[in-house]
């Protein structure tokens, strides 16, 4: 966060605080990293019973938890200076969506903006899976006293990039490699890395560990044999 000051742990106004919507988008995003906060950010109403047997009804603030669907996790907020703020997020399919709203004029108009928001974006955009977990793709990589060229590979998550409706997808994957990759290599052994990087920028969108997926065998005395006799044909064949 570059447009972000704390002064205080509580959020109220401070000379020398401030943030932006932005901002509070990228905290948004790291909070929802957290499971466990989704287990409390869906509840829209629960009952809160005091040591002394009283209940208290307690109601979700984030009211598009009920009236939006998809809707599973935001934080409301109203100060004199900020006015009336929400960010929330939501999910349909494999997209997810953050949208932020700052200085609001009431309460009813930050929940309007969020859902026309939630709409442009879920009706724009889709989220492509390029390579997707556990799903093994033939590669050309090349491990040291290996038996074979082609090693089955993985990736430990999905690698999804958020693609505009209609337009090719505008990333490419680039590969590094471990050092010193020699063979036998156990499958389920990490080698390396592969990023999707945005072609306009350079940036880097998404990325996930390289997985072998299979065995990688190393080559034994019959394989070498083997290589320096198909060599030595070559050679011989082209020569003439």
């Given amino acids: 966060m570059q447009n972000t000051n704390f002064v205080n742990v509580t ?5 020398g605080q401030f943030s932006t919507a932005k901002d509070v988008t990228i905290m948004m995003r790291n909070l929802l990293n957290n499971r466990e906060y989704y287990k409390f950010s869906t509840i829209y109403m629960e009952n809160y019973t005091h040591p002394d047997g009283r209940i208290t009804e307690l109601v979700n603030t984030n009211k598009l938890i009920k009236f939006y669907n998809g809707c599973d996790a935001g934080k409301t907020g109203f100060t004199n200076d900020a006015m009336f703020c929400l960010s929330a997020s ?9 949208a932020t709203v700052l200085g609001a004029e009431n309460s009813k108009s930050r929940f309007n903006e969020i859902s026309t928001m939630f709409n442009y974006a879920f009706a724009n955009y889709e989220t492509v899976k390029v390579f997707e977990k556990d799903k093994p793709f033939e590669s050309q990589i090349k491990i040291s006293k290996s038996k074979s060229e082609n090693v089955k590979l993985m990736v430990d998550k999905n690698l999804t990039v958020l693609n505009k409706r209609g337009f090719k997808i505008n990333a ?7 050092d010193n990759l020699v063979a036998p290599i156990k499958a389920g052994t990490v080698i390396g890395k592969i990023e999707l990087t945005d072609t306009s920028n350079g940036q880097i969108i998404n990325s996930a560990n ?3 997926a299979t065995d990688v065998q190393a080559k034994n005395f019959h394989d070498g044999l083997q290589s320096i006799a198909d060599e030595w044909f070559l050679r011989y064949n082209f020569s003439k």
Avoid: F, H, Y
């Fill in 90 to 98: 939501a999910v349909k399919g494999d997209t997810r969506v953050i």
């Fill in 210 to 212: 390289l997985i072998v």
């Fill in 172 to 178: 490419e994957p680039k590969v590094s490699l471990n």
């Fill in 11 to 15: 959020g109220l106004p401070q000379d």
